[in-house]
């Protein structure tokens, strides 16, 4: 009877090996100290959380003051800004209009997001806001701008579906 019993024990604490598809013994592999990722250490662990936990507020600042950024340059000289506006006329008065109230829009979001008031629904609008502008400028072709406004446009999705450490979402 401990025969059986010592040899339960010994096949409980080895486990026969696994064969994988190229033939290595899949287990094996996986456990060895050359492979252990270093993320299983307690420091590292703790460290990414550290990471992971910021990295929601990181990307919601960086994407306020890029709005902060374009809405300012917008509201002071929107008279560069004119030709981007689709289908009205860069010298006329609407397009003035219209660049004026993006740049507030913009800058509205951009406080909210830095603040951190709402920064959800601040990153939905911003991410509308972005569809509409990646949209109207890439009827005319993909080009530079387009592509860095898409990085931005991802930026914002990101705000609007991640948990960010703002005022009112606690």
Do not use: C
Not at 32 to 47: F, G, K
Not at 105 to 122: K, N
Not at 130 to 150: F, K
């Amino acid at each position: 009877m401990a025969g059986t019993r010592a040899s339960r024990e010994r096949r409980r604490a080895v486990p026969p090996p696994r064969s994988g598809v190229s033939g290595f013994r899949t287990r094996e592999l996986v456990n060895s100290p050359a492979v252990t990722s270093p993320l299983r250490h307690p420091i590292a662990t703790a460290q990414g959380k550290v990471y992971a936990s910021w990295a929601a507020t990181f990307t919601r600042l960086v994407l306020g003051l890029v709005f902060a950024w374009f809405g300012y340059h917008e509201l002071v000289d929107p008279r560069l800004w004119t030709g981007y506006v689709p289908v009205v006329p860069a010298t006329s008065t609407a397009s003035l209009v219209l660049v004026l109230v993006h740049g507030v829009v913009l800058f509205v979001l951009a406080v909210a997001l830095v603040v951190g008031v709402a920064p959800r629904a601040a990153g939905a609008v911003g991410a509308l806001l972005m569809v509409e502008i990646v949209v109207s400028l890439g009827v005319t072709g993909i080009n530079d701008i387009v592509v860095r406004d898409l990085g931005v446009l991802g930026l914002a999705i990101a705000v609007a579906v991640g948990r960010s450490r703002g005022v009112l979402n606690r």
